[in-house]
Each structure stands twice: as C-alpha cells, then as structure tokens.
C-alpha cells in the first residue's frame, strides 16, 4: 500500500491563538507584533486581504490599521506554546505516528486510516477546531515534499475547503503549475531566483526537468 503522509497546518497561528478566546474577533482582523512592537509577525486572513505585509514596521501601519480597525496584539508566546502543546495532543490522540515539525506543523501518517485519508482528515480538522478554536489545513500526499505542497493549496484554494489530497486530485500537474517555485519545499530565495532566471518558475517545471539538467547547467 502506497505511503499516504499529512501536514497539518494551523492557519495564521498566533492570530489564531490571540481569537481563541475572544470569539468577538472571530472575523476582525488581526496582527501580532513581536514583544518591541517593531513590525507584523503574523497576520489573520482578513489583515493578509487589507494588504498588510509581513514585517512591515508598526509605525508605518499604524493609522492604517486604525481606520480599518484592526486588532494588534503583542506576541506572547507562553500563549502559542500552549496552544501548540494542545492541537499536537489531539493529533497524538488519534494517530500515534505524529511528527512534530514546527510550533504550528505536523506531519502524520494517514495511510491505511478507516474510510480513507481525506475524510479522515476532515474529521480531524474538525475536532482540532472544536476543541481548541484553531483552524488548521490538511495537505495529503505520497511524500512530506508533496504534502507540503498539497497543503499550500489546501489553504490557499477555499473550494478544498481546508483539506486537500494531491494523489486523489484529477488533474496534479495544475497543481504543480499553480506552486510557485519559491514554494517548494527545500527550495530556498536564491536557488528560486536562479530557477527563475532560467525558465523554471514553477513546480511542474521543476518536476519535468531533465535528470541530467543541473550537472549541464554546472557544466
């Protein structure tokens, strides 16, 4: 049986941990300033759509994010360990075989699970917002690469509605011209800019080069 690996994903985390507890602010948007208040570390979906860009120093935003009302928060961080601490049990509750990649990401082996990956997975999404008010998106795939990549699109498409399985997809390679090559994971800002220069701007590219095209590249 062929592998079948999850990433799961919480949705702009320490925005979504600072509405956790404040249903009021379920769909008010949202930025998390580090403890000097220097510049946005982390935006709600609804700061990401007022074009608000990561890193942007707070004195430059500041009457912006006042005419449009939104909530700035400094980042506390005893908070977002906490609530990572809480959505990884859930996850080790109903699959022992979780690897934890980073305070927000996991990866899980759904192969073999009971009524198939993807409904699976939306079960587990479920419960991982039920019981802790986090949303999380769920990319499925063969591999850990491609299920990071599922997962982009799984939280960037709203018609996956959060969930999102490359293997039962009819048409992959649009998902892989859809990824932007500065998305693949392992694919680091310089290495993209060179793959750009050369043509190769996204995924599908990537995927269909030759297997000799870096060592003619390297001459």
Same mark, same amino acid.
């Given at each position: 049986?062929?592998?079948?690996y999850?990433l &799961?994903?919480?949705? +702009? ?8 507890f ?9 930025v998390?300033? @580090?403890? +000097?208040?220097?510049?946005? &570390?982390?935006?709600s979906?609804e700061?990401k759509?007022l074009g608000?860009a990561?890193?942007t @120093? ?6 912006m /994010?006042?005419? +449009?009302?939104?909530?700035v928060?400094?980042s506390n961080?005893? /908070?977002?360990?906490?609530?990572s =601490?809480?959505?990884?049990?859930? !996850?080790s509750?109903?699959?022992p075989?979780?690897?934890?990649y980073? &305070? ?10 009971? *009524?198939g990956a993807?409904?699976y997975?939306? $079960?587990?999404?479920a419960?991982? !917002?039920?019981?802790? *008010? ?9 591999t850990?690469?491609?299920?990071k ?7 960037e498409?709203?018609r996956?509605r959060g969930v999102?399985?490359?293997d039962?997809?009819? =048409? ?8 932007? &090559? *500065?998305?693949?994971?392992g694919i680091g @800002?310089?290495?993209?800019?060179? !793959? ?7 995924a599908l590219?990537?995927r269909? /080069?030759?297997?000799?095209? *870096?060592?003619?590249? $390297?001459?």
């Amino acid at each position: 049986m062929p592998k079948s690996y999850a990433l &799961i994903d919480c949705n +702009n985390f320490y925005a979504s941990c600072e509405r956790a507890f404040r249903p009021e602010m379920a769909e008010r948007p949202v930025v998390v300033l @580090p403890n +000097n208040d220097g510049c946005v &570390i982390a935006r709600s979906g609804e700061a990401k759509a007022l074009g608000i860009a990561m890193g942007t @120093p707070y004195f430059k935003c500041r009457r912006m /994010l006042e005419r +449009n009302g939104v909530a700035v928060f400094s980042s506390n961080y005893a /908070l977002y360990g906490d609530m990572s =601490a809480r959505v990884m049990r859930i !996850l080790s509750r109903f699959c022992p075989e979780v690897e934890v990649y980073s &305070i927000d990401e996991a990866f899980y082996d759904l192969t073999g699970v009971p *009524g198939g990956a993807t409904t699976y997975a939306r $079960r587990l999404r479920a419960t991982v !917002l039920a019981w802790t *008010g986090i949303p999380v998106s769920v990319g499925i795939a063969r591999t850990k690469t491609l299920a990071k990549l599922a997962n982009r699109f799984a939280k960037e498409q709203a018609r996956s509605r959060g969930v999102f399985d490359l293997d039962a997809s009819p =048409a992959p390679d649009r998902v892989f011209g859809w990824t932007d &090559i *500065g998305d693949v994971w392992g694919i680091g @800002p310089r290495h993209a800019k060179r !793959l750009r220069a050369m043509g190769v701007d996204n995924a599908l590219k990537f995927r269909d /080069l030759k297997r000799d095209w *870096g060592q003619k590249k $390297r001459g």
